[in-house]
């Protein structure tokens, strides 16, 4: 994953901000990969050059919508017949047909919410299109439902990416003493000055308290 993502460090922000807008566009006509799994990619990376989170997501959003919108009027252009005979060539008519199907029970309600139902996302613009629903409503509808799910999942991973606490600091030192380490941190903690931090876990009590009052001694009286 580290080889993957150092292949992209050396774009400028400007070449990545049209990287993301670029493979949204793409991944809304023809989806190589889930479309999540790009989003969380591209804020990640956007987030390690520092970018700007809204403008991230305005990009991606941008580029989907654009995309989307290319392929609502492709379907409106060559009507429902072509485009389910294009669908039942890749073998998913069957999603899209449902769809319609939710439409036509449901309305312009059906299309938002499938924007967020995996299997049913890619097929809200070119079911639009097919249905002639207005263009301003369906594209409003898609941008909105984009700039809920993709922004959440921009977010997120904008955070992750951002992040550049590393799980080790070798250079700040914390005590954890546990058990003996406990009864031996009270002192050490108290006149060290190498940390700042300590925890001290189940100390119980002393040596010098412990072994004297125990009757079998265990032999311990000659080291006592």
Same mark, same amino acid.
């Given at each position: 994953?580290?080889r ?5 460090d050396?774009?400028?922000?400007g070449?990545?901000? +049209? ?6 566009f793409?991944e809304a006509?023809?989806?190589p990969a ?5 989003v969380?990619? +591209?804020?990640?990376?956007?987030a @390690?050059?520092? #970018?700007n989170l %809204? ?6 959003? &941008? ?8 392929v609502?009027?492709?379907a409106r252009?060559?009507?429902? %017949?072509? #485009?389910?005979?294009?669908?039942r060539?890749f073998?998913v008519?069957?999603a899209?047909? @449902?769809?319609?199907a939710?439409?036509g029970?449901y309305?312009?309600f059906a299309l938002?919410i499938g ?5 049913? @996302?890619m097929f809200v613009?070119p079911?639009?299109g #097919?249905l002639?629903v207005p263009?301003w409503?369906s594209?409003?509808l898609?941008t &909105? ?6 922004g959440?999942?921009?977010?997120l &991973?904008?955070?992750v990416g951002?992040d550049d606490r590393?799980s080790f ?8 003493g546990n058990?003996?380490?406990?009864? #031996?941190?009270?002192a050490?903690?108290a ?6 931090? %300590?925890v001290l876990?189940?100390p &119980?009590m002393?040596?010098s308290?412990l072994?004297p009052?125990?009757d079998a001694?265990? +032999?311990?009286?000659n080291i006592?």
């Open positions: 994953m580290d993957f993502l150092s292949l992209f050396g774009l400028s922000p070449a990545l901000y +049209g990287l993301l807008g670029l493979v949204s793409i006509i023809f989806p889930p479309a999540d799994l790009l969380a990619v +591209g804020a990640f990376l956007a @390690r050059q520092d #970018m %809204a403008l991230t997501i305005a990009v991606i959003v &941008a580029g989907m919508s654009i995309g989307s919108t290319v609502y009027w492709v252009r060559f009507g429902a %017949a072509w #485009m389910h005979n294009q669908l060539r073998g008519d069957t899209e047909r @449902r769809l319609e939710l439409y029970k309305g312009l938002f924007r967020f139902v995996p299997g049913l @996302r613009p079911a639009a #097919m002639r263009y409503r594209i409003g898609i &909105a439902a984009s700039i809920v799910w993709y959440l999942i921009a977010a &991973a904008f955070r951002s590393p600091r070798p250079h700040s030192l914390v005590f954890n058990s003996q380490g406990g009864i #031996m941190g009270g050490l903690t006149l060290s000055t190498d940390f700042r931090r %300590a876990g189940v &119980a002393n040596y308290t072994l009052g125990d001694s265990y +032999g311990f009286d006592a």
